[in-house]
């Protein structure tokens, strides 16, 4: 019987090593190269960075300048993922002047302390309704500035089918003009002309459908003290009003 010597055995051994070396490392040179990377399931955005939001193309309404996204949270908290259509939101007005607000839409946050300038008033968020993705995130100071800025917002920037997410923080009644109350009734508000000092208010509505928003709240301060809104929930792709509430009467302008 032949005997085999030891080297000659390392030699194969070590001669089938680099022949596997080289085929594993050619394999990743093919796969870097020829192989298209497999597309991510969840883009996620990296907390404050500030990005044009969302991408411009394909008939997504142009975000017009760059939004801050702050903390990612898939489904904004809820539990159960919202039917097809519909597209999660989370709303909190804040339970002391130290607080923040929030507003998360589709898992984005998108309203908070240091982000788009969340803060006093009223923080509002316009969703495209096609994608169902925040364009452009507002905050107008009612307290201390008047609301001249917010009623040209309302007029011009807010187009036929945007979903408007509005929240208010600390106090946002004092400067809150009858002509401003008066456009946010019109975009499905049954409750706005209530809101006086340190009430908090919460509106999802869409521009171009009739009643009044399904998504609406409004409590009032308690001894001067804050009474947070704090609500998660499912938002129609197609908003449809209500008519069954009894708005509060217009104000004179």
Known sequence: MKRVSLGWVCRQGGCLGLAVFMGVGLYGVFHFFFVP???????????????????????????GSPMQ????????????????????????????????PRVCVSGKYIIEKDINKGGRGINIVLVDARRMKAVVARRFDTYAGDSTELERFLKQEVVDRDIVVAVTFDEASRNLSPAARNLLADLGSSQIQNLQFRGQWFMVSQKGA????????????????????????????????????????????
Not at 80 to 95: A, I, Q
């Open 69 to 100: 996204v702050g903390e990612i949270q898939p489904n904004c908290g809820l539990e159960e993922v919202c039917p097809d259509h519909h597209f999660p939101v989370h709303v909190y007005s804040g339970k002391s002047k130290d607080d923040r």
């Open 37 to 63: 990377p497999p597309q991510p399931r969840v883009t996620l955005y990296i907390g404050n960075t500030t990005a044009l939001f969302p991408f411009l193309g394909d008939g997504e309404r142009d975000a």
């Open 210 to 253: 009739k009643g009044f928003s399904p998504y609406e709240d409004l409590k009032a301060s308690k001894g001067g003290l804050w009474s947070p809104v704090n609500e998660r929930f499912c938002v129609a792709q197609q908003c449809k009003g209500r008519h069954e509430a009894i708005a509060d009467p217009r104000q004179p302008e």
